[in-house]
């Protein structure tokens, strides 16, 4: 299914920098994969976000890419991991302002993902 995502690059536009598969984005650029795995983290899917607070608040954890670029972009969406999305096809449509966060923000983000991890955990 096709969606409006956010994806984070590095000042120059690239993505897995100084990896073998480092990717060079710009505007109107298209990337696909092959979605050939259950899990996201290999190089058959693009990761994205659904919402660009998302992506600020998840860059640390998954690319920590230092001053990120935010794109909007146009995906073909086939995982959905709630912090993270697997595309098969994704292109970039114009850049946008990072949001700002706040200390707030971040305190309330951790908290509800401690939370999240601590039900999960209790269940067993």
């Known amino acids: 299914m096709k969606k409006t995502v956010y994806k984070l690059t590095t000042q120059d536009n690239k ?7 480092e990717t060079q ?10 979605g ?8 058959h899917w693009i990761h994205a ?9 998840m860059n640390p954890a998954h690319a920590n890419i230092r001053n990120p670029v935010l794109w909007e972009c146009d995906a073909k969406v086939g995982l959905d991991h709630a ?14 302002a990072l949001p ?3 200390t707030e ?3 309330r983000f951790a908290v509800l993902a401690a ?3 601590y039900r999960l955990w209790k269940k067993y």
């Open 15 to 21: 993505t897995r920098v100084g990896e073998m598969n």
């Open 83 to 96: 912090d993270k999305l697997g595309c098969t096809s994704l292109t970039t449509l114009k850049i946008c």
């Open 105 to 107: 923000q971040q305190v």
């Open 49 to 57: 976000y659904a919402d660009p607070l998302l992506a600020v608040f």
């Open 36 to 43: 050939q795995s259950d899990s996201l983290c290999n190089s």
């Open 115 to 117: 939370l999240s991890v």
């Open 25 to 34: 984005w710009g505007l109107g650029c298209t990337f696909t994969a092959d």
């Open 100 to 102: 700002e966060v706040t």
